[in-house]
């Protein structure tokens, strides 16, 4: 029974991860299976990439994009993140992350964010995410995880715990934190 419930679980990962990243099956515990050949552990991909990016995994693999910044419509895109991956952009560099709960962050040049952590089941109540920003600037839409769960984001100064909304966090050189909430036009 309980391997059913598992199984029956994963699907209904597997499912509702297609919605948002129709390529990327996703859950990030102990017990996750690769679905369908997919990396199960796989918790968003990169949308958008231009300038110096890189991304760490926390299996010590460095992904890393060193993109023309002209106009061209050379963009890295599709590259998976990982939970434990430490992403960094350069004084060129802009990147936009989808994660699979329907996050969305967009991280400014000379940034860097820790996706430490990410527990997500589409029909859960247990959800959670931690990521900290040491520093750059960040805007992000939150997803399903700040509806039904636990979403923190971690700032040299302290964590805010976000439960649906459009923040903007600007980390200073100096290590000052500027926060303000975006505001939907309708």
Excluded: W
């Excluded at 895109?77 to 992403?87: H, M, Y």
């Excluded at 820790?114 to 109540?125: A, I, S």
Aim: glycine letters at 10%; charged letters at 15%.
């Amino acid at each position: 029974m309980k391997t059913r419930a598992i199984y029956l679980l994963l699907a209904g990962i597997y499912f509702g991860a297609s919605v948002v990243l129709p390529n990327v099956a996703c859950a990030q515990s102990d017990k996750a299976q690769p679905l369908g050949g997919l990396d199960a552990s796989a918790i968003g991909k990169v949308v958008t990439a231009s300038g110096t990016v890189s991304v760490e995994h926390a299996a010590a693999i460095v992904v890393q994009a060193n993109l023309p910044t002209s106009g061209t419509d050379q963009v890295k895109t599709g590259d998976l993140v990982f939970r434990g991956d430490l992403v960094r952009t350069g004084a060129n560099g802009a990147l936009s992350i989808a994660f699979v709960d329907g996050t969305s962050f967009n991280v400014s040049s000379n940034a860097q964010m820790e996706l430490n952590e990410f527990v997500y089941d589409p029909k859960g109540h247990s959800n959670s995410t931690l990521f900290s920003l040491a520093k750059g600037t960040f805007t992000f839409i939150a997803g399903d995880i700040a509806h039904t769960g636990d979403m923190k984001v971690d700032t040299p100064v302290g964590t805010v715990g976000i439960r649906g909304t459009a923040p903007r966090i600007e980390i200073q050189d100096d290590g000052t934190v500027k926060f303000s909430t975006l505001i939907e036009q309708k």
